[in-house]
């Protein structure tokens, strides 16, 4: 790779300034990646990202590098596999509780149907005096779900 955009006693600018019509400094900070025997390299960057945009661009490389500096392996790759995993859980947690309002829902579907309905043909006393003696069990059993083994509650962060 090439120290600098810049050929050996030339005062040639690269191609940044080149394009933007600017002189070209001894210590250019484009110089090294836009080289002026490839003017074309500068001309695509500069037309692909408008001006409205240039300021997502920088904060993403700033973003991008300052995760590097956190985590030299996996850099912002690392920060969004870590947030993957999150989504995950979270996603996890919600299905579990949407579950749980379905039971809960059902529950109360059922009970309230078996307050108002006889039980028997035999049993004409209040709908309280319905429900003596007899057990109304769930569709949907929530307690199959083992709750220790999901560590914190569900709704911990």
């Given at each position: 790779?090439?120290?600098?955009?810049?050929?050996?006693?030339?005062?040639s600018?690269?191609a940044?300034?080149?394009?933007?019509?600017?002189?070209?400094?001894?210590?250019?900070?484009?110089?090294?990646?836009?080289p002026?025997?490839?003017?074309?390299?500068?001309?695509?960057?500069?037309?692909?990202?408008?001006?409205?945009?240039?300021g997502d661009?920088?904060?993403?490389?700033?973003?991008?590098?300052?995760?590097?500096?956190?985590d030299?392996?996996?850099?912002?790759?690392?920060?969004?596999?870590?947030?993957?995993?999150?989504?995950d859980?979270?996603?996890t947690?919600l299905?579990?509780?949407?579950?749980e309002?379905?039971?809960?829902?059902?529950?109360?579907?059922?009970?309230?149907?078996h307050?108002?309905?006889?039980?028997?043909p035999?049993?004409?006393?209040?709908?309280?005096?319905?429900?003596?003696?007899?057990?109304?069990?769930?569709?949907?059993?929530?307690?199959?779900?083992?709750h220790?083994?999901?560590g914190?509650?569900?709704?911990?962060?």
């Open positions: 790779m090439k120290e600098s955009g810049r050929k050996q006693g030339a005062a600018p690269c940044a300034c080149k394009l933007l019509r600017r002189r070209c400094a001894q210590d250019c900070v484009f110089a090294p990646y836009f002026a025997d490839e003017p074309q390299k500068f001309a695509n960057v500069h037309k692909e990202l408008p001006v409205h945009q240039r661009a920088v904060s993403s490389m700033v973003y991008e590098a300052n995760a590097r500096v956190r030299p392996v996996y850099g912002c790759v690392g920060a969004i596999s870590s947030l993957q995993q999150q989504i859980v979270l996603q947690q299905a579990l509780a949407q579950a309002v379905v039971h809960l829902r059902v529950r109360q579907t059922t009970i309230s149907h307050v108002l309905s006889p039980t028997s035999s049993n004409s006393g209040s709908p309280s005096s319905r429900l003596v003696g007899s057990q109304v069990r769930p569709i949907f059993d929530m307690d199959m779900v083992d220790a083994s999901l914190e509650s569900m709704w911990s962060c």
